[in-house]
């Protein structure tokens, strides 16, 4: 999956992060090494909501901080 389908953004953490709504995925950056993360994100009457992710890149637990 390319950037391009990003098409949208959404507000998590106070950080405006980019979202695809097709597939349901936001990038998110790593709260630890601020790697770019495909996280799957639900939006609920426009609020994101998921639990949280570890990163593919240095394993940080991020909560989900809304």
């Known amino acids: 999956m390319s950037m391009d389908e990003f098409t949208e953004s ?17 990038a998110i950056s790593c709260e630890n090494c601020g790697h770019m993360n495909r996280v799957e994100v639900e939006v609920d009457n426009g609020e994101p909501v998921f639990s949280g992710f570890s990163c593919e890149n240095c394993d940080y637990w991020n909560g989900a901080q809304q």
């Open 10 to 26: 959404i507000m998590i953490a106070d950080e405006e992060c980019l979202y695809n709504p097709t597939a349901g995925l936001a």
